[in-house]
């Protein structure tokens, strides 16, 4: 009889930890940084410039001549610029050329972007991927005004988030 009481004392006992169960909530906050990257590759032997007369008066172009890869967790837009406001003259050239025979555009994209010293929109994210890969087109413009010579400009890729 003894065991049978404390059988049923053990039970009553154990009762609350069988029958009730606790919930606890934690809450707390998760630091998630924008983060981007931007590598802009070209072919180490691409020269730019006009063959003959024929690519002088009609302008030239360049197809997947630049090459974009762009990571990133949150929509960004890359934009593009020149270094200076003119061409910079690298051997007998003296003539003052703008930027703006230059013109870039992703190559499933149409329409072509100038180049400026301005900073200016050149692709802008469309979709959820957070590794994206581009080429880019380049077409120049004849130079009417340039005598003949080596000219240089240095582009700038910039990329932020929108």
Same mark, same amino acid.
């Given at each position: 009889?003894?065991?049978?009481?404390t059988y049923?004392?053990l039970l009553?006992?154990?009762?609350?930890? +069988?029958?009730?169960?606790?919930?606890?909530?934690?809450?707390?906050?998760?630091?998630?940084?924008?983060l981007?990257?931007?590598?802009v590759?070209?072919?180490?032997?691409?020269?730019?410039?006009f063959?003959n007369?024929?690519?002088?008066a009609?302008?030239?172009?360049y197809?997947?001549? +630049?090459?974009?890869s762009?990571?990133?967790?949150?929509?960004?837009?890359v934009?593009?610029?020149?270094?200076?406001?003119?061409?910079?003259?690298?051997?007998?050239?003296?003539?003052? +050329?703008?930027?703006d025979?230059?013109?870039?555009?992703?190559s499933?994209?149409?329409a072509?972007?100038?180049?400026?010293?301005?900073?200016?929109?050149?692709?802008i994210?469309n979709?959820?991927?957070?590794?994206?890969?581009?080429?880019?087109?380049l077409?120049?413009?004849?130079?009417?005004?340039?005598?003949g010579?080596?000219y240089?400009?240095?582009? +700038?890729?910039?990329?932020?988030?929108q």
């Open positions: 009889m003894i065991f049978r009481y049923i004392i009553s006992l154990l009762l609350p930890l +069988i029958g009730y169960s606790q919930n606890a909530t934690v809450q707390g906050n998760v630091s998630m940084p924008s981007i990257d931007l590598e590759t070209y072919p180490n032997n691409l020269q730019i410039g063959d007369l024929e690519e002088f009609h302008g030239k172009e197809r997947n001549c +630049i090459n974009l762009v990571k990133s967790n949150c929509p960004w837009v934009s593009v610029k020149s270094r200076d406001n003119m061409f910079s003259a690298q051997s007998s050239g003296k003539s003052i +050329i703008s930027p025979i230059i013109s870039l555009k992703e499933r994209s149409v072509y972007t100038p180049v400026s010293n301005v900073l200016t929109p050149l692709i994210s979709n959820d991927d957070v590794i994206n890969q581009y080429t880019l087109d077409k120049m413009a004849t130079p009417w005004n340039a005598e010579g080596q240089g400009l240095n582009l +700038i890729f910039s990329i932020s988030a």
